[in-house]
């Protein structure tokens, strides 16, 4: 159809996660609780090691200590903590998207509630998504005019269409989400 968003899209940040080794937090080594952590690029996030997040801490710490996500930076899909094979696969899924989409699909992922990113279909996200517009009208007025749908019509009954009412019967069929710019538009299901 060649339609084109109405808004410049930036690329986004990377999602980022802060590491941290619940041994150390808790104190279970030394009966001392440290706050021992850094912060990963996601797609980095399962190759991290105890050995990697310790080092040159001092603190005591054995192989099998437990590390956790403990907070996240950047647009994610989820708000919430998480082991790292689970960062690591939204990371992948950030690879897999590419950056300028990212934040409509993590858009498009909290409205349909999506929690895990193996329940992700990428394919799907790219085949519904219509681009980031200032208004849903302003996309509707675009499809429109590339459809061509009204050039058929005679001039008095394109004089007297109502775009705003068409549009609100129309978005019925769409999941519309806001944007920092706008909205970001996706056919319905």
Same mark, same amino acid.
């Given at each position: 159809?060649? =339609?084109? !968003?109405?808004?410049?899209?930036? $690329?986004?940040?990377?999602?980022?996660?802060?590491?941290?080794?619940?041994? &150390? *937090?808790?104190?279970?080594?030394?009966?001392?609780?440290?706050?021992?952590?850094?912060?990963?690029?996601?797609?980095?996030?399962?190759?991290?090691?105890?050995?990697?997040?310790?080092?040159?801490?001092? #603190? !005591?710490?054995?192989?099998?200590? $437990?590390?956790? +996500? =403990?907070?996240?930076?950047?647009?994610?899909? +989820?708000?919430?903590? =998480?082991?790292?094979?689970?960062?690591?696969?939204?990371?992948?899924?950030?690879?897999? #998207?590419? !950056?300028?989409?990212?934040?409509?699909?993590?858009?498009? &992922?909290?409205? $349909?509630? +999506?929690?895990?990113?193996?329940?992700?279909?990428?394919?799907?996200?790219?085949?519904?998504?219509?681009?980031?517009?200032?208004?849903?009208?302003?996309?509707?007025?675009?499809?429109?005019?590339? #459809?061509?749908?009204?050039?058929?019509? !005679? $001039?008095? &009954?394109?004089? *007297?269409?109502?775009? &705003?009412?068409?549009?609100?019967?129309?978005?019925?069929?769409?999941? +519309?989400?806001?944007?920092?710019?706008?909205?970001?538009?996706?056919?319905?299901?």
């Amino acid at each position: 159809m060649g =339609m084109k !968003p109405s808004v410049a899209i930036t $690329e986004p940040d990377r999602p980022r996660v802060w590491i941290g080794s619940l041994a &150390a *937090y808790n104190g279970s080594h030394d009966g001392v609780p440290r706050l021992i952590g850094e912060w990963y690029d996601a797609t980095d996030a399962g190759s991290v090691t105890v050995a990697d997040l310790h080092k040159g801490t001092g #603190v !005591p710490f054995t192989d099998d200590d $437990e590390l956790w +996500v =403990m907070d996240l930076d950047g647009d994610w899909p +989820v708000r919430t903590e =998480m082991d790292l094979s689970t960062a690591a696969e939204w990371g992948s899924l950030y690879e897999e #998207v590419t !950056p300028t989409p990212w934040p409509a699909f993590c858009a498009l &992922a909290r409205a $349909e509630s +999506v929690d895990d990113p193996r329940d992700v279909d990428v394919q799907r996200f790219i085949d519904r998504y219509r681009g980031e517009w200032e208004s849903f009208e302003d996309y509707v007025s675009d499809y429109i005019e590339n #459809v061509g749908e009204q050039n058929s019509w !005679p $001039e008095e &009954a394109r004089q *007297y269409f109502d775009l &705003a009412r068409y549009a609100r019967d129309l978005e019925h069929g769409y999941t +519309v989400e806001n944007s920092p710019s706008g909205v970001y538009v996706f056919d319905g299901c």
